[in-house]
């Protein structure tokens, strides 16, 4: 009597089936991040980290208020459009390495690998609150410039360009989680930095603001609602995929 067994896909899909049957279904992001925010709270989640926000906020003041300063007294508002969406970050990065590198210093991070709610999950949470935070900053500054400029246009401009550097940002350093150790995090802000030097450097004075000011605002718009999404789904695969070599206690 001949038996057909099953080929190594055939038991692999079998296996994934059988899994896939009795594990609980993955909530979405939405719910997940908000049953963790509800059992955290804003005290849980900024918990030890105080400090380091308000040194964040300190630090991005102390260098968005001088450079808004000198460009503000340049005759041309449009040469605002480039510094301030390269800049559009800084808030946010300051928030996220101030605290890695408190906790790292503290050795808490080795502590909330192993507790209930986790470092992969306080992260997440953490990535969101910046967000808005830096989304907040933006606002400020892009309301401040156009109204000394007396230019409506102008704050819709910086708002969608600032916005779509912040998100695409944000993006990155989901990326950079995901794949790079964490030791290497302070690495995206100089490659950041770096990246937004070089195309001074290469085009004429005028050529970049010329360029950003012709841009249509429905596709700088397009651009930060992609980049947002880009950032939205990182988030997800982020908070809601496990893998096996991570290091963290998730799941």
């Known amino acids: 009597m001949h038996i057909e067994y099953p080929t190594e896909d055939e038991r692999e899909a079998g296996i994934q089936a ?19 925010y509800r059992a955290l709270g804003l005290r849980g989640l900024l918990f030890g980290v105080g400090d380091c926000v ?27 459009l480039y510094p301030l969406a390269g800049g ?21 991070r080795a502590l909330k690998m192993t507790v209930f709610y986790d470092l992969r999950q306080l992260t997440a949470l953490r990535l969101l609150l910046f967000s808005g935070m830096g989304v907040l900053g933006n606002l ?24 779509g550097a912040l998100f695409l ?3 990155l350093t989901l990326v950079w989680l995901l794949h790079v150790p ?30 950003l000011d012709g841009l249509p605002l429905a596709g700088t718009a397009l651009l930060a609602v992609l980049a947002a999404a880009a950032a939205g789904l990182l ?17």
């Open 54 to 80: 308000l040194l964040a906020v300190l630090l991005s003041g102390c260098a968005a208020v001088p450079l808004l300063a000198v460009l503000l007294n340049r005759p041309d508002p449009r040469s605002l």
């Open 182 to 211: 964490v030791r290497f995090q302070p690495v995206l802000p100089v490659v950041w930095c770096v990246l937004c030097c070089i195309p001074p450097q290469l085009c004429p004075e005028q050529t970049l603001p010329v360029f």
């Open 140 to 163: 400020l500054l892009a309301a401040c410039a156009a109204a000394f400029c007396r230019d409506a246009l102008l704050f819709v401009q910086l708002l969608f360009l600032s916005l």
């Open 18 to 36: 059988i899994l896939a049957a009795g594990l609980v279904p993955k909530p979405s992001l939405r719910r997940a991040l908000s049953g963790l």
């Open 169 to 171: 940002y944000v993006a």
């Open 235 to 251: 988030l997800r695969s982020y908070l809601l995929t496990y893998r096996k070599e991570d290091p963290y206690a998730y799941g």
């Open 88 to 108: 559009a970050p800084l808030l946010y990065a300051a928030l996220l390495l101030l605290t890695f590198w408190k906790e790292e210093q503290l050795g808490t």
